[in-house]
């Protein structure tokens, strides 16, 4: 198995050449980095002559960042039934099949390799013990972060704490149990919660760093996968994992920082403006974890092109996610709750009618401000949903082919929203109380009527599902979300083999006329039912890449992927 092989000084040139390129943008690291470019030749780092200073093991910790998802991994909302790009998903429609070598194994085990350098280095670095301990607890936070995105796809996996030589016996380690990944990544988080500084004591220079509340929420969201995947797939100790996501929730909750962005100069609009550059910065309380990409091409750290990506049918939505949203009185527009509110559709725009206003703020409807100034107008060009996304893009940086505009890895709603499922999930209820220091914050943003226990059982709603259905709204086309919940939920055998459908189709209202294949009602179909499928006994673990079983014959293979 491939993981950690020690090639020392290939590592560290990779490591120098990193941290000085990221040092130059001091929006993302503290500005005493700025000119360590013209202080070190990266040509001659040497592992002897690099591991000295702070500011080596700043470099070496700066590398961890640059694993952290970017913009484009929004697009990961093609493996579940809210979205689709321009042709089929393996995910999605289950016909993926085991690969030679995986990107999501490879590059999570690079990423601990490089924690686990940055902490033996600095274990032997001649510094301030409070100095290696902050920067320990950063890495470790990295640690867990990667064995998180190993569990949710592989289940357990080979735990590796230390860096290896050739022929050590840790490169053909057996897989550890599940319950021994997830009690790597507490212990990790909680050295990172006790040793980093809080979100309110992080410097406006600091922002993006990893602090004490990145490492909750984090803990929070693997917490809340373990428990519920635990609880509904049938095994381990759910309440264990659910309890700690709640009072880990409601730390966070209670230090009373963090709070939903508001854009003072058009309140009502404040989760459109969220994704766009208003909504970037320290001075935005909700963003509790970025990846960013600097202030401008003089200012900058990279830049990216998602508004052309949007554009060019990356991510449309679907049939399914549109028909999520409620109306404006709280009720859906499908069941026999349906609101008043609904009526059939006459066009294109009578859906967006008296709905959740995140909806029109994250798909496009006629007459938006599109290409060039354009309004946009339903088109099947580069979407096969008849859907396009408008979280996120921008015309300006459509024009410019670049953007700086920064990825929001983790928010506050999660917190918030994340709390209340806990609390359902632990309980079988939940209280007025608690539904207003969480849920009902994210609705009071969006413009949406509370969600109260006497309107629930007054419309026959279901508490527990119209927690999740805000989840499904809130994280709308923001990358694995969706997937990950219909995963732990269980739900992914109802939902995926589903046909994937698409905006309602009025002949007249395209500039082009497609050949579309349609429902009786009128509806696109992007792709059939016979040609999805979810196998539950398999699909819920991803399969090991061939390669890696190959090198460690230790590795066993997921049930029925061969």
Not at 215 to 224: M, N
Not at 351 to 366: G, Y
Not at 421 to 446: C, F, M, P, Q, W
């Amino acid at each position: 198995m491939k993981i950690e092989i020690n090639k020392s000084k290939t590592i560290i040139k990779r490591v120098a050449k990193l941290g000085v390129l990221i040092a130059s943008a001091n929006i993302l690291f503290s500005s005493c980095m700025k000119d360590l470019d013209n202080k070190i030749d990266e040509t001659r780092v040497t592992d002897a002559s690099f591991w000295k200073t702070e500011q080596h093991l700043l470099m070496g910790v700066n590398y961890l960042y640059t694993f952290l998802p970017g913009i484009g991994e929004n697009s990961a909302a093609n493996w579940t039934d809210d979205s689709r790009s321009t042709g089929n998903n393996s995910i999605s429609d289950g016909s993926r099949l085991v690969p030679n070598g995986s990107g999501d194994y490879t590059s999570n085990y690079q990423l601990i390799r490089a924690v686990n350098t940055v902490l033996e280095k600095a274990e032997k670095m001649s510094l301030d013990a409070v100095v290696i301990t902050k920067y320990s607890a950063e890495a470790r936070f990295f640690r867990a972060y990667a064995y998180g995105e190993l569990l949710k796809r592989f289940g357990g996996m080979p735990i590796i704490t230390r860096t290896m030589d050739l022929g050590d016996e840790l490169l053909q380690a057996p897989r550890g149990t599940r319950d021994e990944v997830v009690n790597l990544i507490y212990s990790d988080l909680d050295y990172a919660i006790q040793n980093l500084p809080e979100a309110s004591a992080t410097k406006s220079t600091d922002y993006g760093r990893i602090n004490k509340s990145v490492a909750q929420a984090l803990k929070v969201r693997l917490a809340l996968f373990e428990g519920t995947f635990e609880k509904y797939h049938q095994f381990g100790d759910a309440k264990k994992h659910l309890t700690i996501a709640k009072n880990t929730a409601n730390d966070i909750i209670s230090s009373g920082y963090f709070k939903l962005f508001t854009y003072g100069a058009n309140p009502e609009k404040s989760y459109y403006y969220l994704f766009q550059k208003e909504g970037n910065g320290y001075a935005n309380k909700e963003v509790i974890l970025p990846r960013l990409y600097g202030k401008d091409m003089t200012d900058r750290i990279s830049t990216h092109n998602y508004s052309r990506n949007i554009e060019q049918g990356a991510i449309t939505p679907t049939r399914y996610l549109v028909d999520a949203y409620l109306y404006i009185d709280g009720l859906p527009r499908e069941g026999a709750n349906r609101s008043p509110y609904y009526k059939p559709s006459v066009s294109t725009l009578t859906e967006f009618e008296n709905r959740d206003p995140r909806l029109a703020m994250t798909v496009f409807k006629t007459g938006d401000t599109y290409i060039n100034g354009s309004k946009y107008q339903p088109m099947f060009s580069f979407t096969q949903t008849g859907y396009k996304t408008f979280k996120y893009f921008n015309d300006t940086d459509w024009v410019n082919q670049a953007s700086f505009n920064e990825h929001k890895i983790i928010r506050y709603p999660e917190v918030l929203l994340s709390y209340a499922e806990a609390v359902y999930e632990l309980d079988g209820n939940i209280s007025d109380t608690d539904l207003n220091k969480s849920l009902n914050i994210v609705r009071e943003r969006a413009g949406m009527p509370k969600l109260t226990n006497a309107f629930a059982l007054d419309h026959q709603l279901n508490v527990l599902e119209e927690i999740r259905r805000e989840r499904r709204v809130e994280f709308a086309m923001e990358g694995e979300h969706r997937y990950w919940d219909i995963i732990r939920w269980k739900i992914a055998e109802k939902v995926l083999p589903l046909p994937t459908l698409g905006i309602q189709f009025f002949k007249g209202e395209y500039a082009e006329q497609p050949v579309v294949s349609l429902t009786p009602e009128g509806y696109v179909i992007a792709q059939t039912a016979a040609t999805r499928k979810f196998d539950p006994a398999r699909d819920y673990l991803w399969p090991l890449p061939i390669s890696e079983l190959s090198l460690n014959p230790n590795l066993v293979q997921n049930p029925k992927w061969q």
